[in-house]
C-alpha cells in the first residue's frame, strides 16, 4: 500500500467557501466524480457532497457508481476501502493524512501473531480497520450491521473481533457471545466517561441521552438508545422527544438539525475544559482541500493489487451478508 501525495499550492484567487463551492461543482462534471462524505466532517464538506452517510452507507456507494472518479471526504480507510471496491476508478481524498487511530491501534503483524493463538476462530473485523487487516479477516462489519452479521454465525463458532473492544464488547453483552477481543479503541468514544455524561444528564433532565457503541460500557448503560451513527440519526427523527444529548462525534449534530429543526442536540461533554470530543482527522477535510485534490487529482489512492485482493473478500462477505 501506497499514499501517493503531491503537495500543491493553494489557489490564492478563492475567497469565500461559495465560490469553492461552485468550482468544486464545475470540476465534478467536468471529471464525472462522485464526493462521498462522512457525517463526522465539518458542514462545508456535507453540503457539497453527493452522498453523506456512515461507514456502511458510504462503502455501499462506493461500490454501485457510475462515477469515473470517487472523492472521499473521511479518514484513510474509507478511501481505502472505496479503492479495494473500485480498482478502474480513481480514488482521491483531500488529505491522505486524515487516518484513524482506531486502525492504525491494530498492526497487521501483531494482529496476525494475535490470530494464531485461535486457530479454530472466524474474524470478524471493524471496518475502522486497514486493508491489511481485512485481508487477514473473514468478514468486514461496521457499527450498523455488526449485529446483524454476528447473529448469522453459528452460536458454537470461536470469534475474534476487532479493532474495537467497547463495539465488540457491547455486541457480545447483547447478544450473550463470547467473543475474543482485540483491545483497541475510538479516542473519541472512549473519551466520554460516567461522571461528566452524568451530571449533563443532570443538566437537561428533559433530555435523552442516545450513544454511539463505541463508548464505554459506563456509558452506554445509561443511555436511552444505543446505535451506529445512521441509526442515531434517525432515532432523533423518530423519537417524540425534544432534546437529546448524543455521544457521539458532534459532526453528526449537522444533519440531526438539519432533519429536525426544532430539536435540541447537545453535544456529550468529554471534560469541562474540553466539552466536545472531536475526531481531529475528520476534521482535515477542508472545502480547500478538496477543490486542491479535483484540481490535481491528488492525493490519490493506490493499493498493491495483492493486497487488494486479499482484503476484498472480507468486505464482499459483509456487502452479501447485509444486502440491504
Known sequence: MTRDIVLTSTDIGIHSHEELIGRINTLKKEMNALILAHYYTVPEIQQVADIVGDSLALARAAEKND???????????????????????????????????LAD???????????????????ITYINSTADIKALSDITCTSSNVEQIIRQIPEEQQIIFGPDRNLGGYISRKLGRKMILW????????????????????????????????????VLKHAAFIG??????????????????????????????????????IPAPKDPKTPYSVCTQMKQNTLEKLYECMLNRKPEIVI?????????????????????
Not at 491501534?105 to 474474524?123: E, L, N
Not at 451513527?229 to 437529546?244: R, W
Not at 498493491?304 to 440491504?324: C, W
Open 183 to 218: 483491545q483497541g479503541y475510538c479516542y473519541v468514544h472512549d473519551a466520554f466517561s460516567e461522571p461528566y455524561i452524568l451530571k449533563a444528564c443532570r443538566e437537561h433532565p428533559d433530555a435523552e441521552l442516545i450513544a454511539h457503541p463505541e463508548c464505554r460500557e459506563e
Open 228 to 265: 451506529s451513527t445512521k441509526a442515531l440519526l434517525e432515532y432523533t427523527v423518530s423519537s417524540s422527544a425534544e432534546k437529546f444529548i448524543v455521544a457521539t462525534e458532534p459532526g453528526i449534530l449537522y444533519e440531526m438539525q438539519k432533519r429536525s429543526p426544532r430539536k435540541t442536540f
Open 105 to 123: 491501534s491494530c498492526p497487521a503483524d501483531d494482529f496476525r501473531t494475535f490470530k494464531r493463538q485461535y486457530p479454530g476462530a472466524i474474524v
Open 67 to 101: 462515477a469515473d472518479v470517487i472523492v472521499f471526504a473521511g479518514v484513510y480507510f474509507m478511501a481505502e476501502t472505496a479503492k479495494i471496491l473500485n480498482p478502474e476508478k480513481q480514488v482521491l481524498m483531500p488529505d491522505a493524512y486524515a487516518g484513524c487511530p
Open 304 to 324: 498493491d493489487e495483492t493486497l487488494r485482493l486479499a482484503s476484498l473478500g472480507s468486505i464482499r462477505k459483509m456487502l452479501e451478508m447485509t444486502p440491504v
